[in-house]
């Protein structure tokens, strides 16, 4: 199947600090990637969609100057948290949407959690 | 209302038996699809099986067959000869028409424990 490579898979960061995470399709073009968030033993909230070429659609009360997305390239969007603060720590999942003749599925990245001191 | 349901925040089965995981979804568009993924510890989404809302047969692949009773807007995932290896979250996902953008839809999952 299609793979979603995700960088890092785990970052411990001080508060005030801005941490970057890549999302990449490997072997496939992915026009829309989402991020989601999820909490211990809890769903994945959707964050945003992420479209090549234009700006990111975010989720009802996700703040977009905290969370800033960028998906400069059909293999590559990230998710750059700004100014981070301990309630941000979370487990971050990106996917990438693969465009089947039937339907669209879903690849998922391994996640990168993310500690925020 | 909630997309979607899963009604069993926690199974467990016996190993080598057959498990059902429920899941209930909410739509009213004619065209949609839904999933199930599994979530192991280590937190990788592992894409199980799809079902297509046009779809006549129930999805099957492998140990893993999805009944899908369209009247009652159910989608359960059956899991059959249970290894330890199927101990994991379990979340019944959707996605809706078009007009959406291809969002999906997550339910809360259920988390499935195999005894030996």
């Known amino acids: 199947g299609a793979v979603v490579s995700q960088h890092p898979s785990r970052v411990i960061c001080k508060s005030g600090t801005s941490v970057k995470i890549e999302c990449r399709s490997l072997d496939f073009q992915a026009t829309t990637m989402f991020w989601y968030r999820q909490f211990p033993k809890k769903s994945l909230m959707l964050m945003a969609t992420s479209n090549e070429g234009s700006k990111a659609t975010y989720e009802q009360g996700v703040e977009k100057d905290k969370f800033l997305i960028n998906h400069a390239s059909l293999t590559l969007s990230t998710l750059t948290v700004t100014s981070a603060h301990p309630e941000d720590s979370s487990f971050y999942i990106c996917?990438?949407?693969?465009?089947?003749?039937?339907?669209?599925?879903?690849?998922f990245g391994p996640g990168t959690r993310l500690t925020v001191l | 209302a909630q997309k979607i349901t899963q009604t069993q925040p926690g199974m467990f089965v016996q190993e080598k038996e057959a498990v059902t995981l429920d899941c209930t979804y909410d739509t009213s568009d004619q065209s949609y699809g839904l999933f199930w993924y599994k979530q192991p510890s280590s937190g990788e989404m592992i894409f199980l099986i799809y079902q297509g809302s046009y779809d006549e047969q129930n999805a099957t692949e492998g140990r893993y067959s999805l009944n899908f009773q369209k009247a009652r807007k159910s989608a359960n995932l059956v899991i059959s000869a249970s290894q330890l290896g199927d101990s994991a979250m379990y979340f019944c996902?959707?996605?809706?028409?078009?007009?959406?953008?291809?969002?999906?839809?997550f339910g809360t999952g259920t988390s499935l424990t195999v005894i030996p």
């Open positions: 996917s990438a949407i693969l465009r089947l003749a039937s339907y669209n599925e879903q690849f």
């Open positions: 996902a959707m996605r809706e028409g078009v007009a959406t953008g291809n969002q999906f839809y």
